[in-house]
């Protein structure tokens, strides 16, 4: 095995392992004073994992103060913030740690899930360790599942999340595209399995948008920013194999502020 393919090996073997880990509870709340009251949820790219400036009360949380819904809120002075995103949450993660400061009150919403769901991580390891067919065939086996298991799940999120906060407008983030396919990278995975991890997360933003408007939530399609900016690029907004490994294959603060800022702020 070439240096370079190990290298990506460890690193989504361990970012397989980090990303199980899941935090309980919600940062405090800021008070300001003009917007509406602003309530952050999610998994790692609403977090901001990836980004570095974390608070370090948010523990493996990883919350940034790069990260999108920090950034939104500093420029919008919400009545209140409360920012309950958590490195590794599921949809089950959600349900059980993160809506406590919902209200009636809330005003507004945002929220990414369904990667870790989906089994990202697994995926990213599974590509990396085995071969390529084992690698499509994982692909498959989670595009399997965010058919035909995840709407449910996210179904029960965003039910959730309407019961606690019926005022609330909830803007739904979607996933960036991982690779830039015939780009710079010439070591790592081959292209027809950058190809098919890129194919993985269109299928989920397809999905998880199909659900967000039948809830009469907004979805916010980061595709389209990240466009220019995906691993093999050569102006890449999202980490390859990096350390601290953990924030491997996350946005950076560029693709924070650059790529779902942007579309948060739209959709708001």
Known sequence: MKLSRLTATMGAFVVGAVLALTGAGAAHATENSAGPAYVALGDSYSSGLGSGSYDSSSGSCKRSSKAYPALWAAAHAPSSFNFAACSGAKTGDVLNNQLGPLGSGTGLVSISIGGNDAGFADIMTTCALQSESTCINAVNSAKTFVQN???????????????????????????????????????????????????????????????????????????????????????????????????SYHPTPAGQSGGYLPVFSSAA
């Open 149 to 247: 298991t995840l709407p449910g799940k996210l179904d029960q999120v965003y039910n959730a999340i309407s019961a606690k906060a019926p005022s609330a407008h909830v803007v739904v983030l979607g996933y960036p595209r991982f690779y830039k396919l015939s780009g710079s990278c010439i070591v790592g995975l081959s292209e027809t399995e950058r190809a098919a991890i890129n194919s993985g997360a269109d299928l989920l933003n397809s999905v998880t948008a199909k659900r967000a408007a039948d809830h009469g939530f907004s979805f916010g399609d980061v595709t389209t920013t990240f466009t220019g900016h995906e691993i093999c690029s050569g102006d890449a907004w999202l980490n390859s194999v990096t350390f601290p490994i953990d924030e």
